[in-house]
């Protein structure tokens, strides 16, 4: 007769099964996911993978929302106790910076593959599910408008448009900056690109000090 398996082993093997599911979808993209596949990939047979997860949907969403929380973690513990806005902006950006390069393979399926989003999922069993993601998503956005909002500051406090599409700019040079980290292409423009990355960030932080509507 078989022991019951502990909270902590249940854990471990979800962990291993989450894991696997990961690096097939950034090796070998998002349809390549099946549960044979992933079966063969960590040991295990196929039916017992879904007494884990009902399919490869709920394996998918699994791994998206950890990666969030992942990235809500870092960028929360980064600005806490940081009164002064330009240093709150500045830590809340080497954190992203330092998740995307650090967690390469989740920072690809949340923001750079083509992988299913929430809005794929409306309407489906999964739309709740998904919701979670979607929420930390909002959460992380709402961090970086406070950010910007409060770097703005002065007398004129920018408009929602204005916080808006300065996050959107700022959004999009950090994932550059990540992008070209992550695939070794900037090395062969700038050998050592701490240094460069470092003036750009601090730039972008100078750019968006008293911005107004």
């Keep these: 007769m078989k022991t019951a398996r502990s909270t902590d082993e249940l854990e471990q093997v979800r962990g291993k099964i989450l894991d696997a599911a990961l690096a097939i979808i950034v090796n070998e993209g998002f349809d390549a996911l099946t549960m044979r596949r992933l079966a063969s990939r960590i040991g ?24 969030f929380e992942m990235l809500f973690d870092h960028l929360k513990r980064a600005c806490e106790d940081q009164a002064d806005p330009v240093v ?25 593959r083509a992988t299913p989003k929430y809005n794929d999922y409306v309407g489906t069993p999964y739309e709740k599910l998904s919701g979670v993601e979607y929420r930390i998503s909002m959460e992380i956005a709402r961090l970086a408008s406070d950010a910007v909002r409060d770097l703005a500051g002065g007398e004129h406090c920018p408009s929602d448009e204005v916080v808006l599409h300065t996050v959107v700019k700022v959004w999009c040079m950090l994932h550059g900056m990540i992008s070209l980290f992550n695939s070794r292409i900037v090395g062969y423009v700038a ?8 003036r750009i960030i601090d730039d972008l932080v100078n750019s968006v000090i008293g911005i107004s509507s």
Excluded: C, H, W
Excluded at 88 to 112: Q, V
Excluded at 191 to 198: C, R, T
């Design 88 to 112: 709150r902006a500045r830590s809340l950006i080497d954190a992203y910076m330092k998740f995307g390069m650090e967690n390469s393979a989740y920072y690809d399926i949340m923001f750079t």
């Design 191 to 198: 050998q050592g690109p701490d240094s460069v990355y470092a």
């Design 44 to 67: 295990m047979t196929a039916p017992n993978i879904y007494n884990y997860f009902s399919g490869k949907d709920e394996l998918y969403i699994t791994i998206v929302i950890k990666g």
